[in-house]
C-alpha cells in the first residue's frame, strides 16, 4: 500500500516579538500584589523566551505597555469584528510566507490538493482560495478546510493528506497551518486566563505530503478521548475575540490517562502495543511546561526525549495547530543536516501527539527517513 511522506516543511512566523511586552502589561494590569506574585511565579516556569505578533509593542512616557496601533490599549479593546479584520489581513501574510519557505515556487511542484487549518479566525474568500490566487497554484486544486479544532488540526490535516496519497498515489498535497493566536488577548485579572495567555503565539506551517519516499513516513493515524472533560479545553467565540478556557486540570488529565495507556499497552491503545522505550522520536505538540512534563512522567521518557518540543515552545510559545509541524520541521532540518539529536540519535521509528477540545488526544505513528 502507498505510504505518504512529509517531503518537506516550511515555517514563519510574525515580525514582532512580543513576550516580555506581555509580562509587563500583565504587571500594570492586575492589582493584586498575590496574584501577580503567582503570575510572576508561574511565567518564570513557564519554560517560554519569545512569542511572536503582528501587534507591535509600544511603550508609552508614562510607562504604559501597549501597542503601537492601541489595538489593546487604554480604551475599549477590539470587537470580534476588528480582530477578524486583522486575521484577513495578516493570516494570508503569514501563510504564503511559510509556503515561501517550504519552496519558492509551489505552483511549480503540481500541487493536486491544498488542506488548511486554522482556529483563530474566520474569513470568505478562504484562506484556501486566497493562497491559490496568490500562488498560482491551479485553480482546479481540490481544497479542505480544517477549522475551530484547536492545537491537535495539524494531525487531522496530515491524516487528510495520508489518505488522500493513498487512495491517490500520484497526488501532491499540500498543508499549511495558520493560526494567529495574540488577536484574542482578553482584559481580565483572573490569573488562570492570564497563564492561558502567556503561553499563546502567532505562526504559520506548510508541509508538501506525498507518495515520494523522503522525508518523514506516516505510518498511522489514532485518536482517543479522555471520558467526563469536555470543559477542560473550550474556545468559544466571544462578543471581544475567541474566548479560551484551559483548565489548570488538564496535565494531570493527560498524565493519568497516559499513565492507563502505558499500563494497559495494547494494540488497540494510543501506545499501539508498543513500550515507551521502544519509540525513538517524540514528537508532542509543546501545549506547555506542564503538559510536556505530564507526558515524561506519565511515560516514563528520559529527560531529554521531549526536547524538540521544549526547544519550540521556548523559542515560539504554543502556536496551537501549527505548533506540531514547528517540532517535526525541526527534526527533519535536524535530519537532514546528519544530526540525530540527543532524541534518539540514530532512531527512525517515532511517535507524535497532539491534544485539544474534547479533551482529546490525536496521535501518528511515523518514520524518519
Not at 479584520?85 to 515556487?105: C, F, Q
Not at 485539544?356 to 511515523?366: D, K, M, S, V
Request: proline content about 5%; glycine content about 10%; charged content about 20%.
Amino acid at each position: 500500500m502507498t505510504t505518504a511522506h512529509i517531503n518537506a516543511i516550511g515555517t514563519a512566523v510574525p515580525p514582532h516579538q512580543v513576550h516580555d511586552a506581555f509580562l509587563g502589561f500583565v504587571r500594570q494590569m492586575v492589582d493584586d500584589p498575590r496574584k501577580l506574585r503567582l503570575f510572576d511565579r508561574m511565567a518564570s516556569l513557564s519554560g517560554i523566551e519569545r512569542r511572536f505578533s503582528f501587534i507591535e509593542p509600544d511603550v508609552l512616557e508614562d510607562g504604559l505597555v501597549t501597542d503601537r496601533d492601541r489595538f489593546y490599549g487604554p480604551g475599549d479593546w477590539p470587537s470580534t469584528g476588528a480582530r477578524m479584520a486583522r486575521y484577513e489581513k495578516h493570516a494570508p501574510e503569514l501563510a504564503l510566507e511559510a509556503i515561501g519557505a517550504l519552496t519558492p515556487d509551489i505552483a511549480g511542484e503540481g500541487v493536486t490538493h491544498l488542506i488548511v487549518a486554522s482556529c483563530t479566525g474566520f474569513i470568505a474568500p478562504g484562506l484556501d482560495q486566497l493562497i491559490v490566487a496568490a500562488t498560482g497554484i491551479d485553480p482546479s486544486v481540490e481544497r479542505t478546510v480544517v477549522g475551530f479544532m484547536g492545537c491537535y488540526a495539524a494531525v487531522n490535516s496530515l491524516r487528510l493528506a495520508h489518505h488522500i496519497v493513498r487512495s491517490e498515489p500520484d497526488a501532491r498535497v499540500l498543508v499549511v497551518n495558520v493560526e494567529l493566536c495574540t488577536l484574542h488577548f482578553q482584559r481580565t485579572q483572573d490569573i488562570e486566563r492570564l497563564l492561558s495567555m502567556l503561553l499563546f503565539g502567532d505562526a504559520a506551517s506548510a508541509a508538501l505530503v506525498t507518495a515520494e519516499p523522503s522525508g518523514i513516513a506516516l505510518t498511522d493515524f489514532r485518536a482517543g478521548a479522555i471520558p467526563g472533560s469536555a470543559e477542560a479545553i473550550t474556545w468559544r467565540i466571544a462578543d471581544q475575540g475567541f474566548d479560551m478556557h484551559l483548565d489548570g486540570r488538564v496535565p494531570a488529565l493527560i498524565a493519568e490517562a497516559l499513565r492507563l495507556e502505558r499500563d494497559r499497552n495494547d494494540t488497540q491503545g494510543i501506545l499501539r502495543g508498543q513500550a515507551p522505550s521502544d519509540v525513538d522520536l517524540w514528537a508532542v505538540h509543546a501545549g506547555g511546561r506542564t503538559v510536556l512534563d505530564a507526558v515524561e512522567r506519565a511515560l516514563e521518557l528520559p529527560a531529554d526525549a521531549l526536547q524538540p518540543s521544549r526547544d519550540v515552545l521556548r523559542q515560539f510559545g504554543n502556536v496551537s495547530s501549527a505548533t506540531l509541524m514547528f517540532v517535526l520541521g525541526a527534526m527533519l532540518a535536524r535530519r537532514e543536516a546528519g544530526d540525530g539529536g540527543s532524541n534518539g540519535e540514530g532512531g527512525s521509528n517515532g511517535l507524535a501527539m497532539a491534544f485539544g477540545p474534547g479533551l482529546a488526544a490525536e496521535t501518528f505513528r511515523f518514520r524518519m527517513l
